[in-house]
Nanobody
């Protein structure tokens, strides 16, 4: 069983940066695919970035070049560095983990990111 706790959200001005963290209670070894999702009010949850179990990363087209996903398996932590933030990226950001061995999936409770002047 893995519990995920996000942190690092807050209020930032357009063009600003934030770094989100997702701390896992259990091990997020190489057998876990880890992702960040976001959900804006009235919209569906969407994938922002993914760090796969084989070490590759991929991003939504809207964030490519501005966001960077990374992970520290030794610290059981996933990160999302967000630069040049836009008001339309105001949303609750969620951490997601998928265990490729058991096919179990886990969600964090989310952290609010508000981009506004």
């Amino acid at each position: 069983q893995v519990q995920l706790v996000e942190s690092g959200g807050g209020l930032v001005q357009p063009g600003g940066s934030l770094r989100l963290s997702c701390a896992a209670s259990g091990s997020i070894s190489r057998f876990f695919a880890m992702s960040w999702y976001r959900q804006a009010p009235g919209k569906q949850r969407e994938l922002v970035a993914r760090s796969t179990s084989d070490g590759s990363t991929n991003y939504a087209d809207t964030v490519k070049g501005r966001f960077t996903i990374s992970r520290d398996n030794a610290k059981n932590t996933l990160y999302l560095q967000m630069n040049s933030l836009k008001p339309e990226e105001t949303a609750v950001y969620f951490c997601y983990a998928y265990d490729i061995r058991t096919r179990a999936s886990y969600w964090g409770q989310g952290t609010q990111v508000t981009v506004s002047s």
